[in-house]
Nanobody, 114 residues
């Protein structure tokens, strides 16, 4: 089984940056892709960034150009660089892995003040 733990969230002003980290433990050989979900208050959890084992990345239109997803060489961590943050980015962010099904961690809170 695979376990995910996020960190790096916090309170920032609009226009600021954060770097979120997700540590992956357990047997990760079956992971086909990694990503980040975002759940704003009162909203559903949406996938905002994905990185495949090939290195190919996909971003949601709402955040493309302001976020960058990356992974370490061994696949033991996935990161999300958040730049030019906006108040609308306030949410709980969850990392995830895809092994035929999606599993995500407990989340890290991002709060952006105006």
């Amino acid at each position: 089984q695979v376990q995910l733990v996020e960190s790096g969230g916090g309170l920032v002003e609009a226009g600021g940056s954060l770097r979120l980290s997700c540590t992956i433990s357990g047997n990760s050989f079956s992971i086909k892709a990694m990503g980040w979900y975002r759940q704003a208050p009162g909203k559903q959890r949406d996938l905002v960034a994905t990185i495949y084992n090939s290195g190919h990345t996909i971003y949601a239109d709402s955040v493309e150009g302001r976020i960058t997803i990356s992974r370490d060489n061994a696949g033991n961590a996935v990161y999300l660089q958040l730049d030019r943050l906006e108040p609308e980015d306030t949410a709980d962010d969850y990392c995830c892995v895809y092994t035929g099904a999606v599993t995500w961690g407990q989340g890290t809170q991002v709060t952006v003040s105006s």
